[in-house]
């Protein structure tokens, strides 16, 4: 009886763990988002990715709830792997994260396919609290003008 009230629990608490796939091509950047990422709470990095394509077949490999893409990666960018996977996967929430982060380039994204953008010198205010935003159905989208965060 105690064995298997404990491998409920461990079920119990593997479905509230929440899993974030991370994209980027520089290895540093991945750990540092990965450390920020992985001190919240039951929150975890199920895989990473170092360019668009491995993002995309991560992310249908692992199902992640939340996959974070930098915009400029080698073999497929950060915008093309948005799309491939929110085609197939259109309740994951993407939240782009990059150094450029304009309000042009902010006016030419698909509201459908990103959730978020977070620029990477303000992740360590920003980046948890975005993904917190778009695991609650909101947006995330500081200092733009077009794009308005919602609580």
């Known amino acids: 009886m105690v064995q ?3 491998q409920n629990s461990s079920l119990q608490d593997a479905a509230s763990t929440v899993r ?4 980027d091509d520089h290895e540093v950047m991945r750990l540092g988002i990965r450390n920020l990422l992985e001190a919240q709470d039951s929150w975890m990095v199920c895989a990473e990715a170092s360019n668009g394509k491995e993002a995309v077949d991560k992310t249908f490999q692992s199902h992640p709830d939340v996959v974070i893409l930098d915009i400029t990666m080698p073999t497929m960018n950060g915008l093309e792997a948005a799309s491939h996977i929110s085609a197939t996967y259109p309740e994951i929430p993407i939240i782009l994260f990059s150094l450029h982060l304009s309000d042009e380039m902010m006016n030419t994204l698909n509201r ?16 948890v609290e975005a993904v917190e935003t778009v695991l609650n159905g909101g947006t995330f989208f500081r200092g733009s003008k077009s794009f308005p965060t919602r609580p």
Not at 20 to 23: D, E, F, G, M, Q
Not at 112 to 127: F, H, N, P, W
């Open 4 to 6: 298997a009230e404990t």
């Open 20 to 23: 974030i796939l991370v994209a």
């Open 112 to 127: 459908a396919t990103i959730r978020g953008a977070v620029s990477k010198s303000e992740a360590g205010r920003d980046l």
